[in-house]
């Protein structure tokens, strides 16, 4: 019906509704790649060692679900790179770049221009920033025991360690209480070889233990993940968190090579009521047969 300003409405109905809004969804590989060639960036044989380098690099880490999530350094070179080299990591900038590869690679324009005239701006400006960009380290509330400078809080090659800010007139350096976590955990931890404690180390590609008694022993061990569920292969060994080398989370024995048992999916520990395989977690956190002929799921 037609309504004017002044009519007075009958109340039929209220019908309160509450809706939150749901963050977008973490990119997994393929979903990453999907973006970057709709923005032409890359070209596909640049996608797997771009991925592969931000995963080696500890800027990202894979979930269980295989999505792609940001570390602490990751998120600390990307807001450094965005606050000073906005132009370089515009999307616009590197889709840009790549048209202007491709035309060289297609003999339309030469390459020295090209490089020339990114390069020369480029350099001036990374030459300002390196005198401009102060180093941020967070400042713990305890001094250097042997010099009584700051302790700070540094990023490493292999992650974050305690450091004094009087460095380098003083080499002090201390264990981060994540690491001294570490060390408590695997306290108990012998050497096979000499009988000497192994100790927590980092290296480029994490965590590992040492033998306490290097150099006169090297020996190391990979620190394991233990899901708590026996082989159901080789009856003796344990199924941990492992990863390929592309970054892949998967799943297997820790006697390999000895037993080659691998998922790619958690187990949970069940086994299958059908063919007595392990279950295992889907993406959406609902169990199925790990064994592939069998379709059980619940």
Known sequence: PKLIKVDNLELVEVSPSQKSTTPPPRYSEASLVKVLEENGIGRPSTYAPTISTIIERKYVEKNEEKKLYPLETGLLVNDMLVEHFPEIVDINFTATIEKDFDEIAEGKRKWPPVIKAFYKPFSSHLKAKEKEVEKKHEKLDRKCPECKGELIIKFGRFGKFIACSNYPKCKYTEKTEEEKKADE????????????????????????????????CKNIKKIENKTGIKCPKCLEGDIVERKSKKGWIFYGCNQYPKCDFALWNKPNGEKCPKCQSLLIFTAKNKLKCSNSECKFEK
Not at 186 to 211: D, Q, S, W, Y
């Open 185 to 216: 955990l695997h306290k108990n931890e012998t050497c096979e070889i000499c009988g000497a404690p192994m100790t927590v180390k980092r290296g480029k590609f994490g965590a590992f233990l040492g033998c306490s008694n290097f150099p006169e």
